[in-house]
């Protein structure tokens, strides 16, 4: 389960200060996944980075009681001047799997012959979404975080295979996903929030979420 309490956020811009999020309190249950709308600008990317621990609040507690994914296409937590070889063992130890296997499982998916064995400093971006992505597929996880916002991979090869793995995985895991448009959700979810002016107003339905959202553009 992943809960927020009473969760507050917010940033400087320089000229004012842009609340992200205001007392926010609610839950995702294991089973029950949630898709939040919310228009751009208004911190989509920010909850998925909290919820993923990579954004601490303000205020208030965020409380992981399962295994939750870093976001699909989130670029950091591997090392430029290190191998996709070496990051994919060192993240395999830092969550207690098999190294063989999560590197076997990368350099199959990826499929970029002799660049698995040189630094990520010299992928393109292309190439550094695929090991990314690959990477968050080799591991597992309970809660998976997509963010529609994050780098998208254009391989359409590579597409294909992952994502239907992705949609295997998903048949039986929850997931979270944020974005600005009803029609990504529906793929996913059943329930739906909606992020506006700070606050989060979440929905048995994502009918009533749309219903808001739209009355609200």
């Given at each position: 389960?992943?809960?927020?309490?009473?969760?507050?956020?917010?940033?400087?811009?320089?000229?004012?200060?842009?609340?992200?999020?205001?007392?926010?309190?609610?839950?995702?249950?294991?089973?029950?996944?949630?898709?939040?709308?919310?228009?751009?600008?208004?911190?989509?990317t920010t909850l998925i980075r909290m919820m993923a621990g990579l954004e601490k609040?303000?205020?208030?507690?965020?409380?992981?009681?399962?295994?939750?994914?870093?976001?699909?296409?989130?670029?950091?937590?591997?090392?430029?001047?290190?191998?996709?070889?070496?990051?994919?063992?060192?993240?395999?130890?830092?969550?207690?799997?098999?190294?063989?296997?999560?590197?076997?499982?990368?350099?199959?998916?990826?499929?970029?012959?002799?660049?698995?064995?040189?630094?990520?400093?010299?992928?393109?971006?292309?190439?550094?979404?695929?090991?990314?992505?690959?990477?968050?597929?080799?591991?597992?996880?309970?809660?998976?975080?997509?963010?529609?916002?994050?780098?998208?991979?254009?391989?359409?090869?590579?597409?294909?295979?992952?994502?239907?793995?992705?949609?295997?995985?998903?048949?039986?895991?929850?997931?979270?996903?944020?974005?600005?448009?009803?029609?990504?959700?529906?793929?996913?979810?059943?329930?739906?929030?909606?992020?506006?002016?700070?606050?989060?107003?979440?929905?048995?339905?994502?009918?009533?979420?749309?219903?808001?959202?739209?009355?609200?553009?």
């Amino acid at each position: 389960m992943l809960v927020f309490e009473d969760v507050s956020k917010s940033f400087w811009t320089g000229t004012q200060r842009k609340v992200i999020l205001d007392r926010a309190s609610f839950r995702v249950e294991l089973g029950n996944s949630l898709g939040i709308l919310a228009p751009n600008g208004t911190g989509k990317t920010t909850l998925i980075r909290m919820m993923a621990g990579l954004e601490k609040p303000d205020e208030g507690e965020i409380r992981r009681s399962c295994r939750i994914s870093f976001p699909l296409g989130f670029m950091g937590g591997v090392v430029g001047k290190h191998s996709a070889t070496e990051n994919a063992r060192f993240i395999a130890r830092l969550y207690g799997l098999d190294p063989d296997y999560v590197e076997a499982f990368c350099r199959w998916l990826c499929d970029i012959d002799e660049y698995f064995d040189r630094p990520l400093s010299t992928y393109s971006s292309g190439m550094r979404a695929r090991f990314n992505f690959a990477l968050l597929l080799a591991l597992d996880f309970d809660i998976y975080l997509i963010d529609e916002g994050m780098p998208a991979v254009t391989d359409a090869e590579f597409n294909r295979k992952a994502g239907g793995i992705l949609a295997e995985r998903l048949v039986d895991r929850t997931v979270v996903i944020v974005s600005h448009q009803a029609a990504t959700l529906e793929k996913f979810c059943k329930q739906a929030a909606v992020l506006r002016n700070g606050r989060l107003y979440v929905f048995d339905t994502l009918e009533e979420a749309k219903a808001l959202y739209d009355y609200t553009a």
